[in-house]
């Protein structure tokens, strides 16, 4: 009965490098979303999936970005060769068909620093 | 360009006073979210407005919707030092497509001083 649940918490890199984040979603939730968060900013989208497939990428800022959800549950957000600009918070949310207004429910997110 | 404007950005106010924070948009949205997000968290839904001119009340919060859905304002009255965090509206583009991902305001910090 948990929420939606983000490892790791907190994540330093260095330029170049590679990072996984993974997501935890509500149990049965069918929905996943991934945002990104700058300083000082609200949540930009970056992808949604329904099940098992991303129904829309289109917030995700390049190639670099790729996102999976394979059992259509815990989903990893993939960053190849990081860049001191990807530096934020990566906020994940779920939701489900049964809940009405597209109201979703958000973790704590991942701060993944790059140097 | 921003979808959603909010106003103020920052606001610092004396527990006990009353403010408005305000959500704009040129664009009509199928229904608009306001969170409220504390450091180190994630956003936390505060309400959901549907309606154009829907007012909705939470305890000390008051939210409404435009008439024409492409605003919202939230109410404070008598704030107190527990209601400081950020606020971030959010919406859905009332494009007729499906459960797409929420466009955010850039959020109003919100600070009450005892």
């Given at each position: 009965?948990?929420?939606?649940?983000?490892?790791?918490?907190?994540?330093?890199?260095?330029?170049?490098?590679?990072?996984?984040?993974?997501?935890?979603?509500?149990?049965?939730?069918?929905?996943?979303?991934?945002?990104?968060?700058?300083?000082?900013?609200?949540?930009?989208?970056?992808?949604?999936?329904?099940?098992?497939?991303?129904?829309?990428?289109?917030?995700?800022?390049?190639?670099?970005?790729?996102?999976?959800?394979?059992?259509?549950?815990?989903?990893?957000?993939?960053?190849?060769?990081t860049e001191r600009g990807d530096?934020?918070?990566?906020?994940?949310?779920?939701?489900?068909?049964?809940?009405?207004?597209?109201?979703?429910?958000?973790?704590?997110?991942?701060?993944?620093?790059?140097? | 360009?921003?979808?959603?404007?909010?106003?103020?950005?920052?606001?610092s106010i004396q527990e006990g006073?009353?403010?408005?924070?305000?959500?704009?948009?040129?664009?009509?949205?199928?229904?608009?979210?306001?969170?409220?997000?504390?450091?180190?968290?994630?956003?936390?839904?505060?309400?959901?407005?549907?309606?154009?001119?829907?007012?909705?009340?939470?305890?000390?919060?008051?939210?409404?919707?435009?008439d024409a859905r492409k605003d919202?304002?939230?109410?404070?009255?008598?704030?107190?030092?527990?209601?400081?965090?950020?606020?971030?509206?959010?919406?859905?583009?009332?494009?007729?497509?499906?459960?797409?991902?929420?466009?955010?305001?850039?959020?109003?910090?919100?600070?009450?001083?005892?």
């Amino acid at each position: 009965g948990a929420g939606v649940s983000q490892t790791p918490s907190n994540k330093v890199t260095e330029k170049g490098k590679y990072v996984e984040l993974r997501c935890d979603p509500i149990s049965g939730h069918t929905a996943l979303y991934w945002y990104r968060q700058s300083l000082g900013q609200g949540p930009e989208f970056l992808i949604y999936f329904q099940g098992t497939g991303a129904a829309d990428d289109s917030g995700l800022p390049n190639d670099r970005f790729f996102a999976v959800r394979p059992e259509g549950s815990v989903s990893t957000l993939k960053i190849q060769r990081t860049e001191r600009g990807d530096s934020a918070v990566y906020l994940c949310a779920s939701s489900s068909a049964g809940i009405p207004y597209n109201e979703q429910f958000f973790g704590p997110g991942t701060r993944l620093t790059v140097l | 360009t921003q979808l959603l404007e909010q106003s103020p950005q920052f606001l610092s106010i004396q527990e006990g006073e009353n403010l408005t924070v305000y959500c704009n948009s040129s664009s009509v949205f199928s229904s608009l979210q306001w969170y409220r997000q504390e450091p180190g968290e994630g956003p936390v839904l505060l309400v959901t407005v549907v309606t154009g001119g829907e007012v909705k009340k939470l305890k000390r919060l008051t939210f409404q919707f435009g008439d024409a859905r492409k605003d919202s304002s939230l109410h404070i009255t008598a704030a107190q030092p527990g209601d400081t965090g950020l606020y971030l509206c959010a919406g859905v583009v009332d494009s007729g497509g499906g459960a797409d991902g929420l466009t955010f305001g850039k959020g109003t910090h919100l600070i009450i001083q005892p």
